[in-house]
């Protein structure tokens, strides 16, 4: 069946240390997103990927960096520039992009908990 | 002020009872989504819609896109039913604007 894994599901990192988040997807589909959530507060996005060598920042890039080699794959790297790192990170396709397709729903991964220690 | 709110933030349900959430955005959209957050934090879309009305199951979400107001309905509710609701309105490039969620739980 065709879906988006994220690994791993839970994650520690230590205070200056950077960290990578896997995102795959087997869907085909062009676009790409990485959604941060912190209790009591709506998802937010963090970067945002149409299509394959190109992304774009969203609203709270500072601290992270992603990269987007393949169509399948978007990983997300979380700096040690981020200063408040905890929390749940969400990533997500959708087959829209540069060929919008309308009315076709995104698909969510099951999310990796980030926790500094 | 939230690009994107949702009321109630929490709902406790008897099962049976039947439930709306209600959601208002203050931005242009091309589409809003409806999503449902387990507790284990994955998420599953429900509903996509830019008109009228849509059903799947026990589960209708309406939107009026003169009042930019939706809400989502679960009629005959059920415990498996508890979840975060959440709301979502899409803008340019394909973005999602959130709202915070409802928490729902429905008790036996």
């Known amino acids: 069946d065709g879906g988006i894994t994220q690994s791993p599901k839970y994650l520690f990192r230590k205070e200056g240390q950077n960290v990578t988040l896997s995102c795959e997807q087997n869907?085909?589909?062009?676009?790409m997103y990485w959604y941060r959530q912190d209790p009591g507060q709506g998802l937010r996005l963090i970067y945002y990927?149409?299509?394959?060598?190109?992304?774009q920042k969203g609203d709270i890039a500072e601290g992270y960096s992603v990269s987007r080699e393949k169509k399948e794959s978007f990983p997300l790297t979380v700096t040690s520039a981020q200063k408040n790192p905890t929390a749940f990170y969400l990533c997500?396709?959708?087959?829209?992009?540069?060929?919008?397709?309308?009315?076709?729903?995104?698909?969510f991964g099951s999310g990796t908990r980030l926790t500094v220690v | 002020k939230n690009e994107v709110e949702q009321s109630p933030q929490n709902l406790t349900a008897q099962e049976g009872e039947f439930i709306t959430i209600n959601c208002s955005y203050s931005?242009?959209?091309?589409?809003l989504h409806w999503l449902q957050q387990h507790p284990g934090g994955g998420i599953v879309s429900l509903f996509m819609?830019?008109?009228g009305k849509k059903k799947h199951g026990r589960l209708i979400a309406t939107i009026n896109i003169q009042e930019k107001h939706s809400s989502l309905h679960i009629t005959a509710s059920h415990p498996r039913d508890s979840a975060v609701y959440i709301c979502?309105?899409?803008?340019?490039?394909?973005?999602?604007?959130f709202g915070e969620g409802t928490q729902l739980t429905v008790n036996p």
């Open positions: 997500a396709s959708s087959p829209r992009g540069t060929g919008r397709r309308p009315y076709e729903r995104y698909t």
């Open positions: 869907l085909n589909h062009d676009a």
């Open positions: 990927s149409q299509i394959v060598n190109d992304f």
């Open positions: 931005v242009g959209i091309s589409a």
């Open positions: 819609l830019s008109s």
């Open positions: 979502a309105g899409e803008t340019s490039g394909s973005r999602l604007t």
